[in-house]
């Protein structure tokens, strides 16, 4: 038996218009999954849901530095492009981006997007311009690929709104797809960034996930005091062991903006440092939610 055939990998944006135009005369639907590599099985559900719901599959492997604020990990991140090309034609993926840092960014760009207020609060106060970055970065991808429907991780709950609204305020004719966050059997979320956590902290960083869910029990057994229940998810990460907590917040799902009092769907968003490592997690909780 055959798996799917390999994907055709090219690094210009010349080649993939060329590609994506002949997919769209065949009357294709183009589906794009924008990553940064290091593919794990939270980047595969997303391609696995593009392939699912559109014909032909772009995805997008691109370190972007924009995004990086300096002193973070842009030199360090891990680049794994042999195993990520198998991965992306493990799951059926027709068509690789994996461009250049040059084929990316004219040095004599003068342009970026910028998504106001929703990117100031949790990681946009953390990580000055990381948004920008971001918003940034999609769009040319968008502008370049011209997909009818994009796919974002959940794990990345503000950049899922921040492009979402992007979307609808630039008025890009693509459908934002948001897939579930995908984590290890013990709850601990995907990252490429889990890479850099020794034995010991990779058991320490499962404390996030356990604050989290223990504020959605919480809040399914009736509480409804976000700063109480914070309070206990924050001890929850601090016993855990040493560790900087960048944020620990209620919000609305859509502003952001921090609730006092968990009386409709909520985002719990945590982002822990860990030595070299940031991760970061979020739960949806529904106060008529199960227990
Ligand atoms: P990254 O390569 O980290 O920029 O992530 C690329 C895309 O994969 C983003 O839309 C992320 O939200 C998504 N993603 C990363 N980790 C996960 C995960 N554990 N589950 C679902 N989606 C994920």
Same mark, same amino acid.
């Given at each position: 038996m055959t798996g799917p055939a390999k994907p055709v990998v090219v690094d210009t944006v010349q080649a993939v218009r060329f590609q994506v135009a002949q997919a769209r005369c065949l009357g294709r639907r183009i589906g794009c999954v924008p990553t940064m590599g290091a593919l794990h099985e939270g980047h595969l559900s997303l391609i696995r849901a593009? +392939?699912?719901?559109?014909? !032909?599959? /772009?995805?997008?492997?691109?370190?972007? *530095?924009?995004?990086?604020?300096?002193? =973070? #990990?842009? %030199?360090? !991140?891990?680049?794994? +492009?042999?195993?990520? $090309?198998?991965?992306?034609?493990?799951?059926g993926t027709d068509l690789v981006f994996a461009p250049s840092t040059a084929e990316m960014y004219d040095p004599d760009s003068l342009t970026t997007v910028r998504v106001h207020r929703i990117t100031e609060p949790l990681c946009g106060r953390h990580r000055p311009g990381h948004f920008e970055g971001v918003t940034t970065v999609v769009t040319k991808l968008f502008n370049i690929v011209q997909p009818d429907a994009a796919y974002f991780g959940q794990k990345d709950a503000q950049q899922a709104v921040v492009l979402r609204k992007m979307t609808r305020d630039l008025n890009f004719p693509i459908e934002i797809v948001v897939c579930p966050t995908v984590r290890e059997p013990d709850g601990l979320a995907m990252s490429s960034r889990n890479a850099y956590l020794s034995p010991e902290q990779r058991r320490q960083a499962l404390s996030l996930h356990r604050a989290?869910?223990?504020?959605?029990? &919480?809040? &399914? =057994?009736?509480?409804?005091?976000?700063?109480? $229940?914070?309070? =206990?998810?924050?001890?929850? @990460?601090?016993?855990?062991? *040493?560790?900087? @907590?960048? !944020? $620990? %917040? @209620?919000?609305? *799902?859509?502003?952001?903006?921090?609730?006092? =009092? /968990? #009386?409709?769907? &909520? $985002?719990?968003? /945590?982002?822990? +440092? @860990?030595?070299?490592a940031r991760l970061i997690d979020n739960l949806l909780v529904d106060p008529s939610g199960p227990a």
């Amino acid at each position: 038996m055959t798996g799917p055939a390999k994907p055709v990998v090219v690094d210009t944006v010349q080649a993939v218009r060329f590609q994506v135009a002949q997919a769209r005369c065949l009357g294709r639907r183009i589906g794009c999954v924008p990553t940064m590599g290091a593919l794990h099985e939270g980047h595969l559900s997303l391609i696995r849901a593009a +392939r699912q719901r559109c014909d !032909y599959v /772009v995805v997008t492997i691109f370190v972007n *530095p924009t995004q990086f604020v300096a002193g =973070e #990990d842009l %030199e360090n !991140y891990p680049r794994t +492009r042999d195993a990520d $090309l198998a991965a992306c034609a493990s799951v059926g993926t027709d068509l690789v981006f994996a461009p250049s840092t040059a084929e990316m960014y004219d040095p004599d760009s003068l342009t970026t997007v910028r998504v106001h207020r929703i990117t100031e609060p949790l990681c946009g106060r953390h990580r000055p311009g990381h948004f920008e970055g971001v918003t940034t970065v999609v769009t040319k991808l968008f502008n370049i690929v011209q997909p009818d429907a994009a796919y974002f991780g959940q794990k990345d709950a503000q950049q899922a709104v921040v492009l979402r609204k992007m979307t609808r305020d630039l008025n890009f004719p693509i459908e934002i797809v948001v897939c579930p966050t995908v984590r290890e059997p013990d709850g601990l979320a995907m990252s490429s960034r889990n890479a850099y956590l020794s034995p010991e902290q990779r058991r320490q960083a499962l404390s996030l996930h356990r604050a989290l869910d223990g504020v959605r029990r &919480a809040v &399914a =057994e009736g509480r409804r005091d976000a700063a109480g $229940l914070l309070a =206990e998810a924050r001890q929850t @990460i601090k016993s855990a062991g *040493p560790c900087s @907590i960048d !944020y $620990l %917040e @209620i919000v609305h *799902p859509e502003t952001l903006q921090p609730l006092t =009092e /968990v #009386d409709q769907t &909520a $985002l719990v968003a /945590v982002a822990v +440092r @860990i030595d070299q490592a940031r991760l970061i997690d979020n739960l949806l909780v529904d106060p008529s939610g199960p227990a």
